[in-house]
């Protein structure tokens, strides 16, 4: 049976979902899923010993505890624990003489992450309690200090001029990089990390050569999530959209900042009262505008550095292509040619003549035309992966015609909503007829 349209969750609650977010989420044993990563409200809910870390290296140097009762819940139930490593592992890397490269071992990682998830929200769902196993909490918890060691060497690689998809490492280099950046010290500055030695590095061992010491258990991964391949799509779906909404959301502020400099630089010559109803739009697509929580900070930074952080997610990028996603940064190449574009030119012109001088219009056309365009293929791709998720979740297809309301709802004010509170509908009314997609935006 197929979870039905009327039946989806909504706002953060679809949220969750499409990003496979269960941080909140309590256990079998009662304790959240995310543990640090859960909000404030439901770790006080919950009883956590902490103690000073008792290992050396970087964490004897800290006063930040570690929490014994998330360990406490790895350590008992670790052959399990590897065993599910293991099983989403066999799925996502092919055997062979060479090391996997760094890129794939995120991958993989990442794909265990969503296992909670997925077990919770597919329907019917997988777990007969609805409760999530202690050993697949304790996976989890494990495979999220996995992911952000093999994400940030990966970074770190690329940095020293390394191509994604050859970058590789060693499991002792990947301990060594965990020990040397910080990385065992959690960035909110509250815990350190509580997996002893000799176990993160069996999880590094298992995750990058897939061998290991201890007894693997994969009974209950084997059980749970059944197919592997319904499962990794699914996974991938939400590692795929979590990537893209880090380039859409950084492209959409940087267009409508674009389109925002274009009116700032011809401000003088404008009616004062568009120009001040216009910076109100941009403060507030700047606040409520489509956003990811995990992006915040890099709005403090440049364009530039935005662009080339949004380029590196774009490269992780199963599907769909990274290219195409990647044209979203490219002025060059977001569809802003052609007959459609001129004739976008002559009514935005033309509806603009009360406001301004018809050759700063101009210039603005092509700016609101890009924002638009950008917005146009951002939709069609959240179709995309959109229906990929629902598929293996054997939840209802989804509508295209409703996108561009759910990606609203779900992430935050569109581009053409600042559009349309700058310029009026005649802008978007005219879009939608050049590109033919009025049934997406």
């Given at each position: 049976m197929t979870r039905s349209r009327s039946s989806f969750p909504t706002?953060?609650?679809?949220?969750?979902?499409?990003?496979?977010?269960?941080?909140?989420?309590?256990?079998?044993?009662g304790r959240p899923i995310g543990e640090i990563r859960a909000s404030e409200a439901v770790r006080r809910t919950v009883r956590s010993a902490y103690v000073l870390c008792p290992y050396a290296g970087s964490r004897s140097r800290t006063p930040r505890l570690m929490n014994s009762s998330a360990l406490d819940q790895v350590t008992s139930n670790w052959p399990t624990v590897l065993g599910l490593l293991n099983y989403v592992r066999t799925g996502c890397i092919?055997?062979?003489?060479?090391?996997p490269p760094l890129i794939?071992?995120?991958?993989?990682?990442?794909?265990?992450?969503?296992?909670?998830?997925?077990?919770?929200?597919?329907?019917?769902?997988?777990?007969?309690?609805?409760?999530?196993?202690?050993?697949?909490?304790?996976?989890?918890?494990m495979c999220a200090g996995l992911f952000g060691l093999c994400k940030n060497r990966l970074l770190f690689q690329i940095a020293q001029g390394s191509r994604y998809e050859e970058a590789t490492d060693s499991v002792a280099s990947l301990f060594r990089y965990a020990e040397e950046s910080g990385a065992l010290l959690s960035r909110t500055g509250m815990e350190a990390c509580a997996g002893p030695p000799h176990l993160m590095a069996e999880a590094l061992g298992l995750l990058a050569v897939?061998?290991?010491?201890?007894?693997?258990?994969?009974?209950?991964?084997?059980?749970?999530?059944?197919?592997?391949?319904?499962?990794?799509?699914?996974?991938?779906?939400?590692?795929?959209?979590?990537?893209?909404?880090n380039v859409f959301v950084i492209s959409c502020h940087d267009n409508v900042g674009n389109v925002q400099y274009q009116l700032e630089e011809v401000s003088g010559v404008c009616d004062p009262e568009f120009v001040n109803r216009a910076r109100a739009a941009?403060?507030?697509?700047?606040?409520?505008?489509?956003?990811?929580?995990?992006?915040?900070?890099?709005?403090?930074?440049?364009?530039?550095?935005?662009?080339?952080?949004?380029?590196?997610?774009?490269?992780?990028?199963?599907?769909?292509?990274?290219?195409?996603?990647?044209?979203?940064?490219?002025?060059?190449?977001?569809?802003v040619?052609?007959?459609?574009?001129?004739?976008?030119?002559?009514?935005?012109?033309?509806?603009?003549?009360?406001?301004?001088?018809?050759?700063?219009?101009?210039?603005?056309?092509?700016?609101?035309?890009?924002?638009?365009?950008?917005?146009?293929?951002?939709?069609?791709?959240?179709?995309?992966?959109?229906?990929?998720?629902?598929?293996?979740?054997?939840?209802?297809?989804?509508?295209?015609?409703?996108?561009?309301?759910v990606l609203a709802s779900v992430f935050g004010v569109l581009p053409s909503e600042y559009v349309t509170t700058v310029f009026g509908s005649g802008p978007l009314s005219e879009f939608k007829q050049t590109r033919g997609q009025g049934q997406s935006l």
């Open positions: 706002g953060a609650d679809y949220r969750r979902v499409l990003l496979a977010d269960v941080n909140d989420l309590l256990d079998e044993d092919t055997e062979s003489s060479r090391p794939d071992l995120a991958r993989t990682a990442a794909a265990a992450l969503t296992v909670p998830a997925y077990l919770i929200y597919s329907e019917p769902c997988r777990l007969r309690s609805r409760s999530i196993p202690a050993a697949v909490a304790a996976a989890h918890k897939g061998n290991c010491q201890s007894k693997l258990d994969t009974r209950m991964a084997e059980r749970l999530i059944g197919c592997r391949e319904v499962f990794l799509n699914y996974a991938y779906a939400v590692i795929d959209l979590t990537l893209w909404l941009a403060i507030d697509f700047r606040l409520k505008g489509c956003s990811d929580p995990t992006l915040s900070g890099l709005f403090q930074f440049s364009e530039a550095v935005r662009t080339q952080y949004a380029i590196g997610a774009a490269s992780l990028l199963r599907n769909p292509d990274p290219l195409r996603v990647r044209a979203m940064l490219g002025h060059e190449s977001c569809g040619s052609g007959e459609g574009v001129d004739k976008f030119k002559r009514s935005f012109i033309a509806s603009m003549q009360s406001q301004m001088p018809d050759e700063i219009s101009r210039v603005l056309a092509e700016a609101v035309f890009r924002a638009l365009v950008l917005e146009c293929e951002g939709v069609h791709i959240f179709f995309d992966l959109q229906s990929k998720l629902h598929e293996a979740l054997n939840w209802t297809p989804p509508s295209l015609a409703d996108a561009p309301a």
